[in-house]
């Protein structure tokens, strides 16, 4: 068994960063795979991104490539979202989950077992 635990969340205004991280505990961060999701008010959950287990593929919803990037501090067993240039339609609660499944990440959220708690991140515009 992993647990998550996501940190990092706050409220930024448009243009701004944060920089979300999902720390691992129960088992070494290194043998997931990892997805970050979000989840908009009043929307269903989104897949933001996906990181192999061994960090060599990543990957990005449309809606935020070119903004936020993922990277993982495996001595740490943390997993990071950094998301630059913050748009209001970025505001959502983003949840870290993890898999075991496959040679790499998802963007099914179906396909992770694991997740945190979620952290709210409100842009203001």
């Known amino acids: 068994q992993v647990q998550l635990a996501e940190s990092g969340g706050g409220l930024v205004q448009t243009g701004g960063s944060l920089r979300l991280s999902c720390t691992a505990s129960?088992?070494?961060?290194?043998?997931?795979?990892m997805g970050w999701f979000r989840q908009p008010p009043g929307k269903e959950r989104e897949f933001v991104g996906g990181?192999?287990?061994?960090?060599?593929?990543?990957g990005y919803a449309d809606s935020v490539k070119g903004r936020f990037t993922i990277f993982r501090d495996n001595a740490k067993d943390t997993v990071y979202l950094q998301m630059n240039n913050l748009k209001p339609d970025d505001t959502a609660v983003y949840y870290c989950?993890?898999?075991?499944?496959?040679?790499?990440?998802?963007?099914?959220?179906?396909?992770?077992?694991?997740w945190g708690q979620g952290t709210q991140v409100t842009v203001s515009s």
């Open positions: 129960g088992r070494p961060l290194n043998q997931f795979h």
């Open positions: 990181q192999s287990r061994n960090g060599e593929s990543t």
């Open positions: 989950a993890a898999t075991l499944i496959g040679s790499s990440w998802y963007r099914d959220s179906g396909s992770y077992g694991a």
